[in-house]
């Protein structure tokens, strides 16, 4: 298999896409304002024991930077010498999301350092996933074509396309994950071939959207009715050879007589939509804040002389204005100091658009 890691840095956040054989199925984001504060999947940790849960057969474990890590102790139950205020070395298996700290595991590693703190040197976006594909080949995602953004929308669109016709309707709710399989713009072989090769055709591209939006959690999958257990067979073998190449741990139970396959998907951190948006479903004011950014510095490396001004709702202004990077400086650094911005009191809160001015 061939893997790509592409990448692309802007003032504010470094985006990557991990690319298997042409095609992107996985998306990452590192944004400046969780720098030192959040804690990433496989970084080893010299903790603080805060709390032991005897109920839950598990501590929570300070890690020096965000919430308060969840270890299990799993059978073997709580180790020897582990209590509150102790010092225990541990690796994150999995990232925070929404209420929930990182889930943590114990790691064979001793150190003299002071806990809680990080026992290996700060990586960057590219390092952290270069150590999950060590064979892969890191590229600059404009050197080599790929369009992140495009793909980022992809992942947050309601209705996917499959090909050959037809297309799935992904819905996200608080309990679970709901991917209907819709036979519009798929005629040919009516009636009960045309069921059996949608589904089967929607297969990888659900274990691919699943991979790419990072689902987590419960998934009800809606297929086209099949009578014959063969077929109903079939399509449950096609999902489970196309989540082969997927990390995570996934559970699938088989089709229903109404047709619903459900499957539980390890979650490994936030996915797609809770890194973009709020619990309503916005745009969160740093997601509008760094598309603004991005805008204003492709204005100003593609229009060297001008001197360009950002005009931004007040939510893009307001955590602009926040000072919680320093994007001003960095974004001086490379096209120098000839950018203002002003607010619109009165416009969409994602509004944003650079004008250059004499």
């Known amino acids: 298999m061939k893997r790509q890691i592409a990448v692309e840095e802007w003032v504010g956040e470094t985006r990557a896409a991990v690319i298997e054989n042409g095609q992107i199925v996985e998306l ?24 032991v849960e005897g109920a839950l057969n598990a501590a929570f474990v300070e890690l020096g930077r965000g919430e308060p890590g969840f270890l299990p102790f799993g059978k073997a139950g709580r180790p020897v010498g582990l209590h509150e205020g102790a010092a225990v070395s541990v690796r994150v298996t999995r990232e925070a999301f929404a209420e929930k700290g990182p889930t943590l595991a114990m790691a064979d590693f001793e150190s003299s350092e002071d806990a809680p703190c990080l026992l290996e040197a700060d990586a960057n976006l590219a390092e952290r996933l270069l150590r999950r594909f060590p064979e892969a080949d890191a590229v600059w995602a404009d050197e080599v074509g790929i369009d992140i953004s495009g793909a980022i929308d992809a992942a947050i669109a309601t209705r996917v396309p499959v090909p050959g016709g037809g297309a799935l309707a ?44 990072g689902i987590g959690g419960n998934v009800v999958i809606d297929c086209l009715h099949l009578r014959a257990q063969p077929d109903r ?51 969160t004011g740093e997601t509008l804040a760094l598309k603004a950014l991005r805008l204003l510095e492709t204005e100003a490396q593609s229009n060297r002389s001008a001197r360009l001004v950002l005009r931004a709702s007040s939510v893009i202004s307001a955590w602009l204005e926040a000072g919680q990077i320093d994007w001003r400086a960095a974004l001086t650094d490379r096209v120098g100091p000839r950018f203002s911005l002003e607010s619109r009191q009165d416009a969409a809160r994602d509004y944003a658009e650079v004008v250059a001015v004499k």
């Open 28 to 51: 990452h984001f590192d944004r400046w304002s969780e720098q030192g504060r959040r804690a990433y999947t496989g970084e080893l940790y010299l903790g603080r024991v805060r709390k």
């Open 170 to 213: 992904i819905e996200p709710t608080s309990a679970l994950t709901a991917i209907d399989i819709d036979s519009a713009g798929r005629t040919a072989n009516a009636g009960r071939k045309l069921a059996l090769d949608l589904n089967l055709a929607a297969m990888p591209e659900i274990a691919r959207q699943l991979r790419l939006r």
């Open 233 to 283: 067979k079939s399509v449950e073998g096609a999902l489970k050879r196309a989540l082969k190449p997927d990390a995570a741990r996934i559970d699938v139970l088989p089709m229903s007589p109404f047709g619903l396959i459900e499957l539980v998907r390890q979650r490994t951190g936030r996915s797609v939509a809770e890194v973009l948006h709020n619990e309503t479903g916005q745009e």
